[in-house]
């Protein structure tokens, strides 16, 4: 018997967590299919939907030193990160595949090589919970870069690993492991590349894969210290995964702002891409008789999507134009809508932003300290 399994499901906040959940991919779906109807009855009161991004192959030019752009897939072994992995591949990318087990590494190059046999594809083990095994990868990935003779550059950035945990479990560094995996490793990641994805002659780009699950969080206490270690015990009421996925907005924004505040042609451009709701291995930690009722609930609210059709949002982001940054990529087709107004706090972003960026650098000295101890 799961025990930890039991006591989730058996929870208040499980089952509250599971009817927002579903109201809150109900309205998205609701609002990305009514907006240009109410638009045209309403103009008044309703704005016109933007039109769509364009998705834009790379095609470099004669002089230009990249000839093949770098994807990293963070989370690329399954899911939403292997068929992120196997349609930038088909784009032309030389993608990276990033994930915890060789294992699984392998058997996903050999998949998707069995399916593209010309696919451009490698295997690094990255655990992204782990501030020292992302340094290591970042060690790995300069001296690939310079072992295969390659432009010190990266392309594109895929911030897609994430998991949902049934109990609260602290990592090597200290935090919550489901915080780690699914925001912090994510803003450690993107900040220890960015000097690469800067350094790219071609415009660059970060897709932070987020949920439409931040709308059930519409309010955040800015005073908390939010992140920090001893303030742990402020989620043990909250919706964790929620309040994760609006810090990556946050997070997002908040890049978006400071690249673009420096240099209005900055060459990195910051996306979000929510999938929507996708059958994927999220759930893992859930029952299995618990995963296939919500799979069946969903599906037959013609809610529930493969990771081929899902992933349609992450590889708009991933290829379009760099007037596209600061973005929320949802539905397909090139299509953006508005992410919850909390989302777009600039003062709570900033606050955030600081709060992580400390954090960051703390790991970063305890792991540099250690190495000398060695």
């Given at each position: 018997?799961?025990?930890?399994?039991?006591?989730?499901?058996?929870?208040?906040?499980?089952?509250?967590?599971?009817?927002?959940?579903?109201?809150?991919?109900?309205?998205?779906?609701?609002?990305?299919?009514?907006?240009?109807?109410?638009?045209?009855?309403?103009?008044?009161?309703?704005?016109?939907?933007?039109?769509?991004?364009?998705?834009?192959?790379?095609?470099?030019?004669?002089?230009?030193?990249?000839?093949?752009?770098?994807?990293?897939?963070?989370?690329?072994?399954?899911?939403?990160?292997?068929?992120?992995?196997?349609?930038?591949?088909?784009?032309?990318?030389?993608?990276?595949?990033?994930?915890?087990?060789?294992?699984?590494?392998?058997?996903?190059?050999?998949?998707?090589?069995?399916?593209?046999?010309?696919?451009?594809?490698?295997?690094?083990?990255?655990?992204?919970?782990?501030?020292?095994?992302?340094?290591?990868?970042?060690?790995?990935?300069?001296?690939?870069?310079?072992?295969?003779?390659?432009?010190?550059?990266?392309?594109?950035?895929?911030?897609?690993?994430?998991?949902?945990?049934?109990?609260?479990?602290?990592?090597?560094?200290?935090?919550?492991?489901?915080?780690?995996?699914?925001?912090?490793?994510?803003?450690?990641?993107?900040?220890?590349?960015?000097?690469?994805?800067?350094?790219?002659?071609?415009?660059?780009?970060?897709v932070n894969v987020t949920s439409f699950t931040h709308r059930c969080v519409s309010h955040v206490d800015q005073n908390k210290g939010i992140l920090a270690r001893e303030n742990f015990h402020v989620f043990s009421s909250?919706?964790?995964?929620?309040?994760?996925?609006?810090?990556?907005?946050?997070?997002?924004?908040?890049?978006?702002?400071?690249?673009?505040?420096?240099?209005?042609?900055?060459?990195?451009?910051?996306?979000?891409?929510?999938?929507?709701?996708?059958?994927?291995?999220?759930?893992?930690?859930?029952?299995?008789?618990?995963?296939?009722?919500?799979?069946?609930?969903?599906?037959?609210?013609?809610?529930?999507?493969?990771?081929?059709?899902?992933?349609?949002?992450?590889?708009?982001?991933?290829?379009?134009?760099?007037?596209?940054?600061?973005?929320?990529?949802?539905?397909?087709?090139?299509?953006?809508?508005?992410?919850s107004p909390v989302s777009y706090d600039a003062k709570l972003s900033k606050e955030l932003w600081l709060c992580s960026y400390e954090l960051l650098q703390e790991c970063k000295s305890r792991i540099v300290n250690l190495?000398?101890?060695?």
């Amino acid at each position: 018997m799961d025990w930890e399994a039991a006591k989730m499901m058996c929870s208040l906040q499980f089952w509250r967590m599971a009817v927002y959940w579903t109201l809150a991919l109900v309205y998205s779906r609701l609002y990305l299919l009514l907006l240009p109807y109410l638009s045209n009855r309403f103009p008044s009161l309703f704005r016109p939907p933007p039109p769509p991004f364009s998705r834009r192959r790379f095609s470099p030019g004669h002089q230009c030193p990249v000839r093949r752009p770098i994807c990293v897939v963070t989370g690329a072994t399954s899911g939403l990160g292997k068929a992120a992995a196997r349609a930038l591949a088909a784009e032309g990318y030389h993608v990276l595949l990033a994930s915890r087990s060789p294992q699984a590494l392998n058997k996903a190059v050999w998949e998707i090589k069995k399916h593209d046999p010309n696919a451009y594809v490698e295997a690094f083990q990255l655990d992204i919970s782990s501030m020292h095994s992302i340094m290591k990868f970042e060690c790995n990935l300069k001296q690939w870069l310079q072992d295969a003779n390659l432009h010190p550059s990266v392309q594109l950035l895929i911030n897609n690993a994430g998991i949902l945990a049934k109990s609260s479990r602290v990592t090597a560094d200290g935090f919550d492991e489901m915080i780690e995996t699914n925001y912090l490793g994510a803003f450690f990641l993107t900040n220890i590349l960015l000097p690469l994805l800067k350094n790219s002659p071609v415009p660059s780009r970060i897709v932070n894969v987020t949920s439409f699950t931040h709308r059930c969080v519409s309010h955040v206490d800015q005073n908390k210290g939010i992140l920090a270690r001893e303030n742990f015990h402020v989620f043990s009421s909250k919706n964790l995964y929620a309040f994760i996925t609006v810090c990556t907005l946050l997070f997002s924004y908040e890049l978006h702002r400071q690249l673009y505040a420096m240099d209005s042609a900055s060459v990195v451009s910051v996306m979000a891409a929510d999938p929507g709701f996708v059958e994927t291995n999220i759930m893992r930690e859930l029952p299995p008789s618990l995963r296939k009722l919500a799979f069946m609930v969903l599906g037959f609210l013609h809610l529930l999507q493969s990771p081929e059709i899902g992933v349609g949002s992450i590889i708009d982001a991933a290829l379009a134009s760099p007037e596209a940054s600061g973005k929320y990529f949802y539905g397909a087709k090139g299509r953006t809508i508005k992410s919850s107004p909390v989302s777009y706090d600039a003062k709570l972003s900033k606050e955030l932003w600081l709060c992580s960026y400390e954090l960051l650098q703390e790991c970063k000295s305890r792991i540099v300290n250690l190495s000398k101890l060695d």
